[in-house]
Antibody, heavy 125, light 108 residues
Framework: VQLQESGPGLAKPSETLSLTCTVA??????????WTWIRQQPEKGLEWIGY???????YYNSALKSRVTMSLGASDNEFSLRLTSVTAADTAVYYC??????????????????WGQGTMVTVSS | IQLTQSPSSLSASIGDRVTITCRAS??????LNWYQQKLGKAPKLLIS???NLQPGVPSRFSGSGSGTQFTLTISSLEPEDFATYFC???????????FGQGTRLEIK
């Protein structure tokens, strides 16, 4: 499985950022996986943005929930991220990833096993 | 849930044994993963569910812990291990995942 992010590398403040993740070697609906977006601001740590399931159901980071929409693409190998009203604080490398699970005893643990290479988005006028 | 890694940075030599700690602000049982990130690259999953080594990851990497305290250990450092390491919790349902701030491992 390979993932590839795409979209504009530059957004103006207050505009909407739109990115697409294309999956190769698999499909969104195959295997019952969730799919996810994560971002990394310059010289900083990782921030989880949200999950989307092949049915279209979503979960978002509560800190970003009012501005984030994740959706499935027209084909079964794409999903997308929209982030509205962007500011300089949204400047980051954006990654998409596949979510898998592992069972440890009675616990089922989510983890991100395949990642895209990331795409840098700069918010600037 | 906040994850705090220590140390934030670490200098070590080839062959050293290194331990990185990740503390959670509340119990996450065993819902803890570890990633390695090299400069300019995406994070790579090393360990899932506290101690499950991913296929292809060298056996010098190991993870342990439960509840609120977890460790990633590299038993004998190799040159390719110098990178930044992140812990990641996926405990909550509905999800509210968080990452540790990272530990930068540098060559002494």
């Amino acid at each position: 499985v390979q993932l590839q992010e795409s979209g504009p590398g530059l957004a103006k403040p207050s505009e909407t950022l739109s990115l697409t993740c294309t999956v190769a070697g698999g499909t969104i609906s195959g295997g019952g996986h969730y799919w996810t977006w994560i971002r990394q601001q310059p010289e900083k740590g990782l921030e989880w943005i949200g999950y989307i399931y092949y049915t279209g159901s979503t979960y978002y980071n509560s800190a970003l929930k009012s501005r984030v929409t994740m959706s499935l693409g027209a084909s079964d190998n794409e999903f997308s991220l929209r982030l509205t009203s962007v500011t300089a604080a949204d400047t980051a490398v954006y990654y998409c990833a596949r979510v898998s699970t592992v069972q440890v005893g009675l616990e089922v643990i989510r983890h991100f096993d395949y990642w895209g290479q990331g795409t840098m988005v700069t918010v600037s006028s | 849930i906040q994850l705090t890694q220590s140390p934030s940075s670490l200098s070590a030599s080839i062959g050293d044994r290194v331990t990185i700690t990740c503390r959670a602000s509340q119990t996450i049982r065993v819902h803890l993963n570890w990633y390695q990130q090299k400069l300019g690259k995406a994070p790579k999953l090393l360990i899932s569910g506290t101690s499950n080594l991913q296929p292809g990851v060298p056996s010098r990497f190991s993870g342990s812990g439960s509840g609120t305290q977890f460790t990633l250990t590299i038993s004998s450092l190799e040159p390719e291990d110098f990178a930044t390491y992140f812990c990641h919790q996926t405990y909550n349902t509905p999800p509210e995942d968080t990452f540790g701030q990272g530990t930068r491992l540098e060559i002494k």
